[in-house]
């Protein structure tokens, strides 16, 4: 299965979390079958809000499911109609988060769960 999650820099499976996605400065793809990390710079992170195109912006990533502190609801859709899940992080590192994400400890956003605003704690 392939997981991508936003990072405010490259620390491979050390990097921490950033708190939204569509203005993530990278992106960890990690595949929990053969361990390879993959990053991926976020040449769309200055975009206006709702105008994410995660797709694009993951480079075209064949992933099963995005971790993320945050994310729009155009996103969410734009990932669902993919068949992307989306799941909410903790604060943290990589790491961490796919730890808790192989125990199915992590919570699946939904259109209900999404954010208005780029900025989050």
């Known amino acids: 299965m392939k997981l991508c ?17 569509g203005s993530a400065p990278a992106f960890l793809i990690f595949d929990t079958n053969s361990k390879e990390e993959i990053i991926i710079d976020n040449s769309n992170m200055n975009h206006v809000h709702g105008a994410c195109n995660p797709i694009q912006t993951i480079g075209g990533s064949n992933v099963d499911a995005v971790i993320v502190g945050g994310i729009g609801g155009g996103a969410i859709s734009k990932l669902n109609a993919s068949n992307i899940k ?23 956003l939904t259109i209900e769960h999404a954010c208005t605003q780029h900025s989050h704690n």
């Open 5 to 21: 999650i936003p990072i405010k820099e490259n620390n491979g499976l050390k990097s921490e979390v950033y708190s939204h996605f």
């Open 86 to 108: 989306v799941f909410q992080s903790v604060q943290g590192n990589a790491q961490l988060n796919i730890d808790l994400f192989k125990k199915s400890l992590l919570p699946e």
